[in-house]
């Protein structure tokens, strides 16, 4: 699925660094962390609309379990 392809793509980015080089990305990695998590969005936004599935409302009832179990 296209979808998990991208997660791969951004992780590869992060692969190998430290806490301190993921959070203080130079200029290039910071642009190309971007165009995935751009990417990423897209397929989210694909599948969420094809399946019916309202990403706002969805990304705020998993808020609210994740509250009441954390
Ligand atoms: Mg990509």
Do not use: C, H, P
């Not at 296209?2 to 130079?26: D, G, H, P, R, Y």
């Amino acid at each position: 699925m296209a979808l998990s392809v991208e997660v791969a793509e951004l992780a590869e980015i992060f692969m190998w660094l430290n806490e301190k080089q993921a959070t203080s990305l130079k200029k290039e990695k910071l642009n190309a962390a971007s165009e995935e998590i751009a990417d990423i969005f897209l397929y989210l936004l694909r599948l969420s609309d094809t399946l019916g599935i309202d990403l706002i409302e969805a990304t705020d009832e998993k808020m609210k379990k994740n509250i009441e179990k954390y």
